[in-house]
């Protein structure tokens, strides 16, 4: 399985991006998947996933920023990010959980937000 985030780029806080996560393979609907995030000096985060069952979680930070959807159509996670703020600013990767146990990741995508 392949991943490969895309999207990213730079924009004025408030504004807003839309990543994508390209996969290789019917993962997306099969597996739980997420988008993470890492930070100059920080560790990677999690930002928001939709579990093998559904459920959507988001972290405290992104929660009413951030919407995270996927189509199977076409293999492809997304997250929607509004409101961006300066903190935002990190390398995002995409990521599903059949890949995360192995500590696999794909290419990021770099977000920057500036204030």
């Known amino acids: 399985v392949q991943l490969q985030a895309s999207g990213g780029g730079l924009v004025q806080a408030g504004g807003s991006l839309n990543l994508s996560c390209a996969a290789s393979?019917?993962?997306?609907?099969?597996?739980?998947v997420g988008w993470y995030r890492q930070a100059p000096g920080k560790e990677r985060e999690s930002v928001a996933i939709?579990?093998?069952?559904?459920?959507?979680n988001y972290a405290d930070s992104v929660k009413g920023r951030f919407t995270i959807w996927r189509d199977i159509r076409v293999n492809t996670l997304y997250l929607q990010m509004n409101n961006l703020e300066p903190d935002d600013t990190a390398v995002y990767y995409c990521?599903?959980?059949?890949?995360?146990?192995?500590?696999?990741w794909g290419k990021g995508t770099q977000v920057t937000v500036s204030s």
């Open positions: 939709i579990t093998r069952n559904g459920k959507i």
């Open positions: 393979a019917h993962v997306i609907w099969l597996d739980g």
């Open positions: 990521n599903v959980d059949r890949l995360l146990r192995q500590n696999l």
